[in-house]
């Protein structure tokens, strides 16, 4: 397993953006399909984006797409949301999740994942 540290959470207005980072503990991050997700109260947790390790793959949720965008920096082990045009119903705790190496599909459950960072607090205002 890798260890995973979200950042980048906060209170924001509708309408406004934030940028998700997710920091991974080891190399092997270079090797791992990366996923966020997230889950509101009382809501379970669902998948927001997920990008291959390799050739730059993206999956997005219907509720993100055009919204959010998910990238990956592997010489500094750290996976990216962007988040735009933000909306109250966007508000959750966000989770960063990786597979295991070499994987080669975008899962898209959280329990094909098998780290997970302890999650960071989104709130979207009206």
């Known amino acids: 397993q890798v260890q995973l540290a979200e950042s980048g959470g906060g209170l924001v207005q509708a309408g406004g953006s934030l940028r998700l980072s997710c920091a991974a503990s080891d190399r092997t991050f270079s090797t791992r399909v990366m996923g966020w997700f997230r889950q509101a109260p009382g809501k379970e947790r669902g998948i927001v984006a997920a990008?291959?390790?390799?050739?730059?793959?993206?999956y997005y949720a219907d509720s993100v797409k055009g919204r959010f965008t998910i990238s990956r920096d592997n010489a500094k082990n750290t996976v990216y949301l962007q988040m735009n045009s933000l909306k109250p119903d966007d508000t959750a705790v966000y989770y960063c999740?990786?597979?295991?190496?070499?994987?080669?599909?975008?899962?898209?459950?959280?329990?094909?994942?098998?780290?997970w960072g302890q999650g960071t607090q989104v709130t979207v205002s009206s």
């Open positions: 990008i291959m390790w390799r050739g730059g793959r993206t």
């Open positions: 999740a990786a597979r295991a190496r070499y994987n080669e599909v975008l899962a898209l459950t959280p329990n094909e994942y098998t780290s």
